[in-house]
């Protein structure tokens, strides 16, 4: 089998994807012309495609991948997906961190060609040259093919659309990369941005692509954060460096001015490959925002995930880890530098599981400490009972909440598929204009006892755990904490800055 082919195309001209497949799991490489061509053709038809696209089909939504391609092919290859839909929505970031962006891209933009109008390829944040210089996707280009062949993928990057709005009998969903923004009120604003460059560092373009919602774990950890969730809008994502977080209230209001059930967005990994976003509220029946990872194994053991709408439900699998990864056999045009390459990547991992293993124990015994605060928490509060009046001040009532928060332990489904039926919503998600439609299939669903829709739990995390363990003053280098930290954080894909601005804003060291 040749290492360098042609790219693959059947007898009626389309390209022939499962050929494709074979040669990449034996490590091979399309020729460069032919990949050239395929950009320049695929990029033809994104700049056709309006900022904000309109799909009228079941859909299939796939987040983040990062250039791990044993998850696409996973993904796309499930046979539980089989049928059930006509497009599929890709929601950004194919490459970066991992090693087979290319394979990603070039799999991707063959389908796209294929069927232009029912493969949909949004914009991600390491679409940019921006990223991409530094986090891989340039020096595998460069290592494959060429910085010629990079700077085309680059110009390409520039025409892909920003948002699709996804039209379905149980709701609009509107799908991006990142999040919604200050400077957004409707939808059709998108139309008016020139996406035709590189994304700038602030404004709507900016934040399609950053943006994030704010965490459940945030609220968890504030309570009196959570007392006030309805009346948040945006805050700063100091995480990343540009952007914003957006709460409940700014979410809410886009929702209702725009009659859409809710957004559906990647651009962050999740220990579950879908996560439910509630933003503080109890009250919620529907999630108002969903983030979908489609990347395996990316931090620590996270699963993968995709989700299907159809006019009746939303279908959600997950998958923990690809399943064809033993099927890989690659050519090797290198075998020495292969094996060097093998050898590190073994080094680097022993050395992240030496860290992660010193510093587990090291959460342990702050695990002990924390059941002994806790339990004499109880006692006090016990003693406070018995001795106080019959009702607790508000200030009281902070004072304990936090430390009890942090003991309940929510149940977990480990179900590969889990099938969401939604139940009987309230007006306050947004569906006012088509809600009364619908309700007739959710009783329905109700009455028959089909599976309700079912929230994802992150593990829980005691705060003592995040303390920070300063540089020692006898040098200016970061000590292994730190190191570690850093390393952790960058993943969650702040923009690139210098080491002693990630120990400043990260770790809270000051000169």
């Not at 149980?170 to 939808?187: L, Q």
């Not at 430390?403 to 306050?428: A, C, F, G, H, M």
């Not at 007739?440 to 739990?457: A, G, P, R, Y």
Request: negative net charge; aromatic residues 12%; proline residues 4%.
């Amino acid at each position: 089998m040749n290492y360098i082919i042609s790219l693959p195309k059947t007898p009626a001209g389309l390209y022939d994807t499962e050929a494709l497949q074979r040669h990449f799991m034996h490590g091979g490489i399309i020729e460069e012309e032919d990949v050239s061509r395929l950009i320049e053709e695929s990029e033809s038809y994104f700049g056709l495609e309006e900022n904000v696209i309109h799909v009228y089909d079941n859909v299939l939504i796939f987040g983040d991948y990062h250039g791990q391609y044993f998850d696409l092919i996973t993904q796309m290859n499930d046979p539980f997906w089989e049928g059930r839909y006509s497009t599929s929505i890709y929601l950004g970031d194919y490459v970066d961190r991992g090693t087979m962006s290319c394979e990603v891209l070039i799999t991707l933009l063959s389908m796209k060609v294929n069927n232009p109008s029912h493969v949909i390829m949004l914009r991600g944040n390491h679409e940019s040259r921006n990223m991409t210089r530094s986090m891989g996707f340039m020096a595998e280009c460069k290592m494959k093919y060429s910085l010629t062949l990079y700077y085309q993928f680059c110009s390409l990057f520039d025409s892909l659309p920003l948002v699709c709005v996804v039209h379905r009998d149980i709701g609009d969903f509107f799908c991006c990369h990142g999040g919604i923004s200050p400077d957004m009120t409707t939808i059709n604003q998108i139309n008016s941005i020139d996406r035709f460059h590189e994304p700038p560092l602030e404004g709507l373009f900016c934040d399609l692509l950053w943006g994030d919602p704010i965490s459940e774990k945030r609220f968890e950890e504030q309570p009196g954060f959570k007392k006030h969730y309805d009346t948040i809008t945006f805050l700063p994502n100091n995480e990343r460096n540009c952007s914003y977080y957006f709460g409940y209230k700014a979410i809410n209001e886009f929702l209702q001015t725009n009659n859409i059930t809710a957004v559906i967005r990647g651009h962050q990994c999740n220990s579950e490959g879908v996560e439910m976003h509630f933003f503080g509220s109890d009250e919620l029946e529907f999630p108002l925002c969903f983030t979908v990872f489609s990347a395996s194994l990316y931090s620590l053991n996270n699963k993968s995930g995709s989700l299907l709408l159809s006019n009746e439900k939303i279908d959600i699998g997950k998958y923990n880890q690809p399943d064809c990864l033993s099927q890989y056999n690659p050519i090797l045009p290198n075998p020495i530098l292969f094996s060097v390459i093998k050898v590190m990547e073994s080094i680097e991992d022993i050395m992240y599981q030496l860290i992660s293993f010193v510093f587990n124990e090291e959460e342990d015994e702050h695990e002990e400490i924390s059941k002994v605060q806790v339990s004499q928490v109880q006692i006090q509060q016990e003693n406070f009972k018995n001795e106080a009046c019959s009702y607790f001040s508000s200030t009281e009532k902070e004072l304990i909440t936090p430390l009890n928060s942090y003991l309940s332990q929510k149940n977990r489904n480990d179900e590969d598929i889990i099938v969401i039926e939604i139940p009987e919503v309230k007006t306050s998600i947004s569906r006012k204009g088509k809600i009364n439609n619908v309700l007739i299939t959710f009783k329905e669903n109700i009455q028959k006892k089909n599976s309700l829709f079912l929230s994802f739990d992150q593990s829980e995390v005691h705060p003592l755990i995040y303390n920070n363990l300063h540089a020692s003053i006898a040098t200016q280098e970061p000590s292994l904490y730190e190191t570690n930290e850093t390393i952790k954080r960058i993943r969650q894909e702040s923009l690139p800055v210098s080491i002693e601005e990630i120990r400043k804003k990260y770790l809270g060291l000051n000169k």
